[in-house]
């Protein structure tokens, strides 16, 4: 690899670090679950409504993940990161294992189907330990807030599991959860961006 290419491949990394580094992404994420979470704890009061309704609301709430993740995303980064940075990401053909790269955790997502209304609480419990567990061996905790995210899960999957909450909403409230813990982490990443980047003076 010659010097010059050396140089791009650098620049580009450092470009791909401040897409994920300013919390924006992890924001959008979290908004995501909570809407989601939300769609599932009010499914109960939608049965009431036509299932061209409740299909249409569910494609809404499905949608809002690609949204914030696009045009959403990019209007904050022109007027936060890139401005403090001067780094503009262009497309990336490997977004997707980018974010699965520097975002393990999502795996342990599967899990929280255990918590479903038609299954016992102890399902949830044991998928939600069992991924914890695996995510925990592969990466020994060497993802971006692992220190929260997996005791945050695992406190939450046994909350739902032992406080007096209808089966029904037991989905509904791990999703919620998932909102908050991103929530945090991503709030505190651009917490930590912004004093790191100073908004450059006129």
């Known amino acids: 690899m010659t010097a010059i290419d050396s140089a791009v491949a650098d ?3 450092r470009a791909r670090d401040h897409w994920f580094s300013d919390g924006l992404f992890t924001l959008g994420q979290s908004v995501y679950f909570v809407l989601l979470g939300l769609y599932f704890h009010y499914f109960p009061v939608l049965l009431a409504w036509p299932q061209w309704c409740r299909a249409a609301i569910f494609s809404l709430v499905l949608a809002v993940n690609p949204f914030l993740s696009g045009p ?12 403090r940075t001067g780094y503009v990401a262009t497309e990336n053909a490997n977004f997707d294992r980018e974010v699965r790269q520097r975002h ?3 795996w342990v997502l599967f899990a929280v189907f255990g918590f479903e209304g038609r299954l016992p609480s102890w399902v949830g419990l044991i998928a939600l330990a069992v991924s914890l567990g695996i995510l925990w061996i592969l990466t020994r905790g060497r993802f971006s807030f692992a220190w929260l995210f997996i005791p945050g899960l695992a406190l939450s999957g046994v909350l739902v599991s ?3 909450i209808t089966k029904e909403n037991r ?27 100073p908004a450059p003076q006129a």
């Open 11 to 13: 620049a580009s990394r």
């Open 72 to 83: 959403v995303l990019r209007w904050f980064k022109w007027r936060i990161t890139y401005p």
């Open 104 to 106: 393990p955790e999502m």
């Open 162 to 164: 032992v406080l007096p």
């Open 171 to 197: 989905f509904a409230y791990m999703l919620i959860a998932l909102g908050i813990l991103y929530f945090f982490e991503g709030a505190t990443q651009l917490f930590r961006y912004l004093r790191q980047h």
